[in-house]
């Protein structure tokens, strides 16, 4: 649904661009310079992430989700500690999602299921050609081909998944529920929302979709998959974390900002 003939030379073209970037990423940071603690958002939603790259899990009763993989070697152990600290453990996932196909986020992908998972791993066709031909025989198996408008029930939970290319071309964004002490909170998970391409039509892409996220109703809470703990406003996580452990009952929950959510859109 998303790669079609027709535009077959175009995409191949972006597909060298974006893999420069990629092969610039090869040597991860030092992890003892990233690492941080990984917390508990809301009651089925958890940050398992370096001080820059997010990864994420969500729970639910039928089992676990994972999203993106962060880079690979040390960065695997790292992750699946991070989430036995939690009291979620890694045999548990039943899905791994890789929102785009950059390095950061796909790495640790192929030793996850050589080593720790039998997960269904899933991406969209344009960023899963990325990964398999930056890594060769070493890219991990394509499961699940993602396109625009599909759905993944877990459980519970129902994820919604949109086609959001502009930082690679194949990034997903998800819009799905999460609960703060059993209330009900929409959330937007947007898979890449800096622009990495300076071609005209795939800008007018970008920016559509931005507006098309806006007519979204009832969202409340926007997640970024780069938790940058320098940034300012939603990409800092980590201020709001701090926020979250101090919160008192009654207060309102960091994350729950509709009106900074629309407030990011028009950024």
């Given at each position: ?67 993106d993989t962060l ?67 070493r890219a991990p ?51 890449g929302s800096a ?73």
């Open positions: 649904m998303f790669y079609h003939s027709h535009n077959r030379i175009f995409f191949m073209a972006c597909l060298f661009f974006w893999l420069g970037i990629s092969h610039a990423q090869r040597q991860p940071p030092v992890l003892s310079e990233m690492a941080v603690e990984p917390f508990q958002i809301f009651d089925n939603f958890y940050f398992v992430g370096t001080g820059d790259v997010g990864s994420y899990v969500m729970k639910t009763d039928a089992g676990l989700i994972l999203i880079y690979g070697m040390e960065y695997v152990g790292y992750l699946v500690e991070n989430m036995r600290k939690l009291g979620l453990d890694i045999s548990d996932t039943k899905y791994v999602l890789i929102l785009q196909g950059h390095w950061d986020h796909y790495g640790g992908a192929r030793e996850l299921q050589d080593e720790y998972t039998s997960a269904v791993f899933g991406a969209a066709e344009e960023d899963w050609m990325m990964i398999e031909s930056d890594l060769g025989d198996q394509r499961d699940l081909v993602i396109e625009d408008g599909d759905t993944l029930t877990l459980g519970e939970l129902t994820i919604h998944f949109e086609h959001t290319p502009g930082h690679t071309p194949g990034t997903i964004s998800m819009r799905f529920p999460v609960f703060d002490n059993g209330q009900r909170h929409e959330v937007h998970f947007h898979g622009l990495r391409s300076d071609d005209p039509e795939v800008a007018r892409r970008f920016l559509a979709d931005f507006e098309r996220i806006k007519e979204i109703p009832g969202i409340e809470v926007q997640i970024s998959n780069h938790a940058r703990i320098h940034a300012q406003g939603v990409d800092n996580i980590f201020e709001r974390a701090e926020r979250l452990a101090a919160r008192q009952p009654g207060d309102p929950h960091p994350w729950v900002a509709p009106d900074e959510f629309e407030a990011w859109l028009d950024e």
